[in-house]
């Protein structure tokens, strides 16, 4: 299957400061990416859809100037956390898929291996 | 979007099978039946999906009803390696931007 990295795997950083978080599909070229968090022991949570060249949209209660999303080429979407805090501490996990216009309930998203950021 | 059921956990022994079953009794004509899992600290990755049809593919089967209305994963023989939570999730045949929603899954211990 296509693989997807994520770069840190891990972050520790200070309350108020900002972290970025990279997304690579690096062997096929990523038109749609997705950005997830998780919380211990519970599912993953759909944040935000990113397309190639335009803007992300965000899903309902998730704040896009806190969670900035750039999809500039076909295999690099990046997640910046800004003015983190303690409650932002999660796993942030991201997934790529070329989908289809027509068909797309049929398509495959490779995840990335997730990033785990620990704000103090 | 229609909603799945799964039990939130499931035991198995290593080297047996495993059925790992999911309820959707609202499915509609168009949505297909997707299976991911997840390794402890890892992401997701994908298992296998199906419509109407049982499938088959070097990770899993999936056996599906009849009506259409609930599903099995089929892990021929678990392993160790097996042990993660796994998703059942439906997408409509015109996925709207792709994107996947994942629900509580169930969590897969494999016992040596």
């Known amino acids: 299957g296509a693989v997807v990295s994520q770069h840190p795997s891990w972050v520790i950083c200070k309350s108020g400061t900002s972290v970025k978080i990279e997304c690579r599909s690096l062997d096929f070229q990523a038109t749609t990416m997705f950005w997830y968090r998780q919380f211990p022991k519970q599912s993953l949570m759909l944040m935000a859809t990113?397309?190639?060249?335009?803007?992300?949209?965000?899903e309902q209660g998730v704040e896009k100037d806190k969670f900035l999303i750039n999809h500039a080429s076909l295999t690099l979407s990046t997640l910046t956390v800004t003015s983190a805090h303690p409650e932002d501490s999660s796993f942030y996990i991201c997934s790529a898929t070329s989908p289809r216009r027509v068909g797309g309930g049929t398509d495959t998203q490779y995840f990335g291996p997730g990033t785990r950021l620990t704000v103090l | 979007d229609a909603k799945t059921t799964q039990p939130n956990s499931m035991e198995s022994n290593e080297e047996e099978p495993v059925h790992l079953p999911c309820n959707h009794s609202t499915i509609s004509g168009t949505d297909y039946i997707h299976w991911y899992r997840q390794l402890p600290s890892q992401g997701p990755e994908y298992v296998i999906h199906?419509?109407?049809s049982n499938v088959n593919n070097r990770m899993a089967s999936l056996a599906i009803a009849e009506d259409r209305k609930s599903s099995t994963l089929i892990l021929h023989r678990a392993t160790l390696r097996d042990a993660a939570v796994y998703y059942c999730?439906?997408?409509?045949?015109?996925?709207?931007?792709?994107?996947?929603?994942f629900g509580q899954g169930t969590e897969l211990s494999v016992k040596p």
């Open positions: 999730i439906l997408r409509p045949y015109y996925n709207q931007g792709g994107k996947l929603i």
């Open positions: 990113s397309n190639e060249g335009s803007k992300a949209t965000y």
């Open positions: 199906g419509l109407t």
